[in-house]
């Protein structure tokens, strides 16, 4: 019956996805403290005695026990211990014997041991041995439970302190945990449950956001844990959960695939989240009479006044042709301010190898320079052509001399917002060093007809796509600002998304249009992200096996709930996590002529710091 109860005791732990080393020394714990109590149904014999760290015999005879002339409300028997490997040859021992030895020793030389415990015959019932072992592990079980829920409201600062940081969980505890507040968004779903559970094992002070805070859904959630009403569609219903937290990690999900919550969840959602983190940022900053770290610096936007001062209209070639230039029919462009309050910059280019630019010297505040920063943000309505955003800066050796980068960017028609890191920029001489922008003076955007793309046209006759160049030499572009991209070392906000496996064709496409629509909004928030889009998730223990990281959506296999919590907790103050998407899925062998993966084992250990070894290797800013 008491192995029974233990086995019982440890499905429980592992049902919690308790880490490895602390849901061993608990359960070694709870087994020590129950072992007495079932070695006594398996030692009436002395050589039956179970293999523990103890061995235990009874010191006493059956036929004695069994005569006629004994009392068993008087009969003692004593139960002596003994250290492993110092058990005792002597078959029996008579009760008178052991009565008179009560203070003695016994052990190879007969002397009773005075560690020895009185038992009566009720004692040795197996019916109430049976009964006392269960109490035992059910009391082991409540223990396992309260690690997750305080007997008090997590109001009562020293209590949260003594059991989440400075209690039996100070094993796993985070060196900056605990001056760090983590909201939950979506802190119902499958991995937001297990996801609370982990980040209060290692000192975390955790808020949830829940759509509805009902009984229902408070019996899913610590007691430990502040608990916020909000919807995610609305934006006013979020400050109060965001204010006074420093992180957020985002695993809520739309509850039906209708393409109303999909939007509104999946992509208005997360975009009204990490507006209302920025915005509470910002105004923490304006209290503190400092500027955020997490906020963007505006450098131009064209709804203010005075904001078409100093932008210049500039036109060049890449080569000349003399003779080409008789039949060309030139170039010409004009920067104005619109009527919706954009900036158009818009003209055609004939000449070959010809471009038109608009530039401007930047005018940053004083003591302020794009080094602190790690890229640029445009907000454009674009006409489906390719730009190239142009970055001169000084030499630092030679501050007269002038250094050119470029990268390029594609619009779409229609609003849209391009993020440009400062990492992707490449030098127009190669000879020259790669980017400081911490020497960057002017800015330019140019448009170049040589370096369009052709784009796809579907024929409405046969319904065909065929891919074609559409007057490839005009150019129409309305900008509405550019704004610079702070940088960091952490990540700020993590997206738990989706890789597209395992979805329903009919629903396909029009989840991964809302999952895609949120990850572009929290890329351009100017926050540090980390985007993880696991498989299809499974409800079993983390852990278990290897991991794949991936990019290219090429992965087909589902991952663990815990391990996706697990990723979430190391993401949280891992720099190499920080402005990286990537999927992630269980080992499995790749189809034939889709590449190799990167293989991960994820080790159940405390110190094992799997993530950094397997983003490493991925890119960047995706």
């Known amino acids: 019956e008491g192995r029974k109860e233990g086995r019982r005791c440890a499905a429980f732990c592992h049902f919690l996805f308790l880490p490895y080393p602390l849901g061993t020394s608990i359960l070694s714990s709870a087994i020590s403290m129950a072992a007495a109590v079932v070695s006594r149904m398996s030692t009436f014999h002395p050589n039956s005695a179970p293999s523990c760290p103890f061995h235990y015999g009874f010191l006493g005879s059956i036929s004695h026990l069994s005569s006629p002339h004994c009392n068993p409300q008087q009969t003692k028997v004593r139960l002596a211990v003994f250290s492993s490997g110092e ?46 072992s269960r109490q035992i592990f059910s009391e082991a079980c409540r223990r396992f439970t309260e690690l997750g829920q305080l007997a008090r409201s997590p109001r009562d600062t020293e209590d949260y302190n003594n059991v989440l940081i400075g209690g039996p969980m100070c094993d796993f505890t985070i060196p900056d945990a605990q001056s760090t507040t983590v909201l939950v968004a979506g802190a119902t779903s499958r991995v937001g449950r297990i996801l609370i559970r982990k980040l209060q094992l290692r000192g975390y002070k955790v808020k949830a956001l829940v759509r509805k805070a009902d009984e229902e859904t408070l019996d899913m959630l610590p007691r430990s844990v502040q608990v916020f009403e909000g919807d995610l569609g609305d934006a006013a219903t979020l400050k109060s959960a965001v204010e006074g937290s420093n992180k957020i990690i985002c695993c809520a999900t739309a509850r039906s695939s209708m393409t109303v919550d999909l939007y509104r969840v999946d992509h208005q959602g997360v975009y009204n989240l990490a507006k209302v983190f920025q915005d509470y940022n910002h105004n923490l900053a304006q209290m503190r009479a400092g500027r955020s770290s997490k906020s963007k610096l505006l450098i131009a936007k064209f709804s203010l006044p005075d904001a078409m001062k100093g932008w210049e209209l500039r036109t060049g070639t890449y080569f000349a042709d003399d003779i080409g230039a008789k039949y060309d029919a030139g170039m010409d462009a004009e920067f104005t301010l619109g009527e919706d309050g954009n900036a158009v910059f818009s003209g055609y280019v004939f000449t070959r190898g010809g471009y038109i630019e608009v530039t401007k010297k930047l005018s940053l505040p004083p003591g302020l320079s794009l080094e602190r920063f790690e890229g640029l943000l445009l907000s454009v309505r674009g006409d489906g052509k390719v730009y190239s955003l142009i970055l001169e800066a000084c030499s ?6 002038n250094m050119i980068y470029f990268a390029r960017f594609s619009t779409r028609i229609g609003y849209s917002r391009v993020r440009i890191p400062f990492n ?7 000879k020259d060093p790669p980017l400081n922008s911490f020497s960057v003076h002017t800015l330019a955007i140019r448009f170049e007809p040589r370096k369009q793309r052709p784009v796809p046209v579907r024929n409405a006759e046969n319904g065909v796509s065929a891919k074609t160049i559409r007057d490839r030499n005009s150019f129409n572009l309305h900008i509405d600002y550019i704004k610079a991209l702070p940088g960091g070392q952490e990540t700020d906000f993590i997206l738990i998304s989706c890789a597209g496996a395992g979805i329903h064709p009919d629903k396909h496409q029009k989840v991964l249009m809302a999952k895609q629509g949120g990850e572009a909004a929290l890329r351009n928030s100017g926050l540090g992200y980390t985007i993880i889009r696991p498989g299809p998730l499974q409800v079993e223990p983390g852990g278990q096996k290897a991991l794949v990281f991936d990019q290219g959506n090429r992965i087909s296999q589902g991952i663990s709930c815990a391990d996706v919590a697990d990723i979430c907790v190391k993401a949280l103050h891992n720099p190499i996590a ?39 290797v991925l890119q960047k800013n995706t």
């Open 396 to 401: 630092m050796d030679n501050p007269p001399q």
């Open 578 to 616: 920080r402005n990286r998407s990537f999927d992630v899925c269980h080992e499995y062998i790749s189809e034939e002529g889709q590449g190799l993966y990167e293989l991960v084992a994820h080790l159940p250990d405390k110190s094992n710091n799997y993530l950094t070894p397997a983003l490493s």
């Open 87 to 132: 058990r005792d040859d002597r078959e029996s021992v008579s009760v008178e014997e052991g009565m008179k030895s009560e203070n003695g020793r016994l052990g190879r030389n007969g002397v009773l041991s005075k560690q020895g415990m009185l038992l009566s015959l009720e004692d040795m019932n197996p019916v109430a041995l049976g009964r006392k």
């Open 424 to 430: 992707i920029f490449r030098p127009l001489n190669l």
